[in-house]
């Protein structure tokens, strides 16, 4: 494959896969990365010849505009509050995609997160606490699966004792009582 069919092919490559998913800098270079592994494989290039394309490829993306990690950091926090998921847990989530600690940090800051009501919707999809079923489950095990979704033992502590009503209102004002 010649150079030209090589970058372009990339080029659609990472367009086709922008237009269906977000992604950060770092994680387009690893998908197109592996794109061109096989890719060299198959036309039996060296993967270097390759990588260097990637790299320019991936440059271009981040400076169209097309790749942005900060808002893609920003999104990604915003879409854990409504999932529920922990502020610790998005961390680390966008730490696997590729996002520097700074970038998400700063993400996590300027976004709508909170914890508190991460913890009450995650409650609320997990039937825990102020949501639970009636059973009798113990409350080790229920604070444990708390903890595992990354909430801390302060936080746990406060959705547990709300009310059912409590939480509810929390997630209607997006304020904890």
Known sequence: ?????????????????????????????????????????????????????????????????????????????????????SARRLEQELKAKGVDSSTAREAMANSDHEDDIACIRFARRRRLGPFGRGDTEDETREVARFARAGFGFDTIRRVRALTREEAEDALLDGVMP
Do not use: C
């Not at 080029?11 to 269906?20: D, I, V």
């Not at 060299?40 to 390759?50: G, K, S, T, V």
């Not at 981040?62 to 942005?68: A, D, I, P, S």
């Open 1 to 85: 494959m010649t150079p030209e069919r090589r970058r372009k092919y990339l080029k659609n490559a990472a367009a086709y896969y922008l237009s269906r998913h977000a992604a950060s800098e770092e994680h387009l270079r690893r998908i197109l990365g592996r794109k061109a592994i096989r890719r060299a494989q198959e036309h039996e290039q060296d993967p270097e010849d390759w990588h260097d394309d990637v790299g320019a490829i991936v440059t271009w993306f981040v400076e169209q505009g097309f790749v942005n990690d900060a808002e893609y950091a920003r999104s990604k926090a915003n879409m854990g509050l409504v999932r529920g998921k």
